[in-house]
């Protein structure tokens, strides 16, 4: 495929100029189409945040960024929860995900293909907004992790470490449900983070990943 002239023109590095001094997050037509942009993630130049939204490799990115991303995939009356939330506060995974939570008792809102979504008991101080996104705060995005992911410990890990979670109060959280299906193996991954952070060779004990 051949490259678009304002590519074979000049360093790669150029393309990003106009654009980044004011955006963050940049899209194949901002800096010359599909191709360019493929090239500029190749070699270093993007990052990639979710699907085709990338930002300079240079440029900080903060949770209000990423939960941004988000904002035309989540339906009304959806929370953002589990993996995508522990993505969104601390940039743990490649945010493909779509783990979304609805209060009980309330309608169920439409599922996006390919998304999870599950009913639970949703407090007020459970949720917050970011960039007008709902999302699940840090001890709650813990306490759906260990509830509702096959293999949660390494965005748990990110969310203690990262995401401003504290695992103690995930855990009272998790108490105070009067219904948790799968409440013995949630209280079981709870002990073997709280371990393996406590442990003076807590880094070693950490999975592939999870730092």
Same mark, same amino acid.
């Given at each position: ?95 493909? +995900?779509?783990? @979304?939570?609805? *209060? #009980? ?7 996006? /293909?390919? %998304?999870? $979504?599950?009913? =639970? ?64 193996? +949630?209280?079981? @991954?709870?002990? *073997? #983070? ?7 060779? /807590?880094? %070693?004990? $950490?999975?592939? =990943?999870?730092?």
């Amino acid at each position: 495929m051949a490259l678009p002239a304002r590519l074979a023109e000049g360093p790669l590095s150029a393309l990003l100029a106009p654009v980044r001094a004011t955006r963050t997050v940049l899209r194949p037509a901002d800096v010359g189409g599909a191709a360019a942009w493929q090239t500029l993630v190749r070699d270093g130049y993007l990052h990639v945040l979710r699907g085709d939204a990338a930002c300079p490799a240079d440029s900080p990115v903060d949770r209000d960024v990423r939960a941004g991303l988000l904002a035309a995939e989540v339906p009304t009356g959806a929370v953002v929860t589990g993996r995508t939330a522990a993505w969104v506060h601390t940039g743990h995974g490649d945010g493909h +995900a779509l783990d @979304l939570t609805y *209060a #009980a008792g309330r309608h169920q809102p439409d599922r996006p /293909a390919g %998304a999870r $979504l599950w009913q =639970g008991p949703l407090l007020h101080h459970d949720t917050i907004h970011l960039a007008q996104v709902p999302v699940t705060g840090p001890d709650r995005t813990v306490v759906e992790l260990v509830l509702h992911v096959p293999d949660p410990l390494s965005a748990v890990f990110a969310m203690a470490r990262r995401g401003g979670a504290n695992l103690s109060r995930a855990r009272r959280s998790l108490e105070r449900r009067t219904r948790a299906v799968g409440r013995p193996r +949630a209280r079981e @991954l709870l002990d *073997a #983070a709280e371990a393996a952070l406590a442990g003076p060779s /807590a880094a %070693a004990a $950490l999975p592939v =990943g999870s730092a």
